[in-house]
């Protein structure tokens, strides 16, 4: 296990998960669709932006706190929905929730987890967290899925608008299948756990895919 205590940066923390994580694992989180253009420009447009230096200032009683809809955060940053994190690492959306809980910033949890909506709110004492939906064509299904995310204590929706023609993932196509993971489905408590290290996915029947129950065509 790499002492964490000496990252500096993301980059470093990318580097060790390039190193730990099956391939394909990790060419799902880190790379983009067709020739990955809006992948490198996402990063390139983040260089440009500088913080202004103050100087012969005030410098007492300075933070980063904030609100975010409604919702007050140690500073103005928030964990973006990141699908099938459980496979990067078991129960990995429950470890970042309860990361996101003890720095005080808003977690959200993808639609495409492998952890439902009811085990973060389990696994996080009910603490308020987002929810990343698609807006599927089973209106009704969509409805379930958010008044399920009502009852686990979700105060924010970030609704994902963009999924009506699934684009190719051309570098995860070379290491999986043509196309991205597909949800995964819930799981009985009697299937044997993956034991691929420490991204290993536990079956548990607690845990099912926050759209497990009879996913829809998008």
């Known amino acids: 296990m790499p002492d964490l205590s000496k990252i500096t940066n993301i980059e470093d923390l990318r580097v060790i998960a390039k190193r730990r994580v099956p391939k394909m694992f990790y060419d ?3 790379s983009g669709a067709w020739t990955e253009g809006t992948y490198r ?7 440009k932006i500088k913080l202004r230096q103050r100087v012969a200032v005030n410098m007492e009683g ?3 706190r904030t609100t975010m809809v409604g919702q007050e955060t140690a500073m103005p940053v928030a964990i973006a ?3 099938l994190t459980g496979m990067q690492h078991a129960d990995g959306e429950i470890l970042g929730a309860r ?3 003890a720095f005080g910033i808003p977690f959200t949890l993808s639609t495409m987890s ?3 909506l009811e085990d973060i709110a389990e696994n996080t004492g009910r603490h308020p967290f987002w929810f990343q939906l698609y807006v599927m064509r089973d209106r009704d299904f969509i409805e379930r899925l958010i008044e399920r995310a009502k009852a686990a204590n979700v105060t924010a929706l970030q609704l994902t608008l963009d999924l009506q023609i699934l684009a190719s993932a051309t570098r995860t196509s070379r290491t999986a299948s043509p196309h991205r993971p597909s949800p995964p489905s819930r799981t009985s408590s009697t299937s044997p756990p993956s ?3 420490a ?4 079956a548990r029947s607690a845990a099912p895919s926050a759209t497990s129950r009879a996913m829809p065509r998008a």
């Open 28 to 30: 799902y989180a880190d």
């Open 41 to 47: 420009a996402n990063e390139s447009d983040f260089q």
């Open 62 to 64: 300075r933070s980063l």
């Open 81 to 83: 929905p990141t699908g």
């Open 99 to 101: 990361a996101a809980k």
């Open 114 to 116: 492998i952890c439902s």
């Open 195 to 197: 034991r691929a290290g």
């Open 199 to 202: 991204w290993a996915c536990w």
